[in-house]
């Protein structure tokens, strides 16, 4: 069955770095992979597409990348900020759009 | 400008209760979704469809039915309301790859 896999335990970083996170997927080939935001006590909110013929995207200070090969994502946010503190959650896609999220990567940028 | 409008926000029910979680949206999507939270958890499909008349089943439809009429509603019933259901539900839409999420309702199963 479709597997999605982000790393579950928090990742804390300092003020002005980089912070990256993973997506791993399994036993399906997405044609786009999505990433969200996600504030307690919210819904969602979405931030980034790639597509499976794309390697990176950019936005801001956001990036992400897609290795379609790896069955990986990686989704950068550089000079953090105490506000980019949240669960990102990522979203690979296939053409059915039965849209199945990863359980999510709690950030916590310290000042 | 209201996107996903979930109601009710908030519910609490006895055991074997049932309920309807409404969700509407404006944006003319024909995509629609019903997740739920577990605190601490991911988000988990239970049912979405792909327009109106059509309902599939996501990864934990047990416990739940829905129904498709018209583009703008997707509400979820809930039969026999059981603990195991204790959670937040949110109700999202999508036309073509960014999706839209409610505010989510927080049900309780007492």
């Known amino acids: 069955s479709q597997k999605i896999e982000q790393n579950s335990e928090a990742l804390n970083i300092q003020e002005g770095k980089t912070a990256t996170l993973t997506c791993n997927y399994t036993?399906?080939?997405?044609?786009?992979l999505q990433w969200y935001r996600q504030d307690p006590g919210r819904g969602p909110v979405f931030l980034l597409l790639i597509r499976e013929n794309e390697k990176e995207k950019r936005k801001e200070r956001l990036k992400v990348t897609f290795d379609t090969t790896l069955k990986q994502s990686l989704f950068h946010i550089t000079a953090s900020q105490p506000a980019d503190s949240a669960t990102y959650l990522c979203?690979?896609?296939?053409?059915?759009?039965?849209?199945?999220f990863g359980t999510g990567t709690r950030l916590k940028v310290l000042a | 400008n209201a996107g996903v409008t979930q109601t009710p926000k908030f519910r609490i029910l006895k055991i074997g209760q049932s309920m309807t979680l409404q969700c509407t949206q404006d944006?003319?999507?024909?995509?629609m979704y019903w997740y739920r939270q577990d605190p601490g958890m991911g988000l988990k499909l239970i049912y979405y469809s792909v327009g109106a008349g059509i309902t599939d089943k996501g990864e934990v439809p047990n416990g739940y039915n829905v129904s498709r009429s018209t583009t703008e509603d997707f509400p979820l019933r809930l039969e026999l309301a059981a603990p195991s259901q204790t959670s937040v539900y949110f109700c999202?839409?999508?036309?073509?790859?960014?999706?839209?999420f409610g505010q989510g309702t927080r049900l309780t199963v007492v």
């Open positions: 999202a839409s999508t036309a073509l790859a960014e999706a839209f």
């Open positions: 979203a690979p896609t296939s053409g059915t759009y039965k849209y199945i």
């Open positions: 036993n399906y080939s997405p044609a786009y």
């Open positions: 944006m003319n999507h024909n995509y």
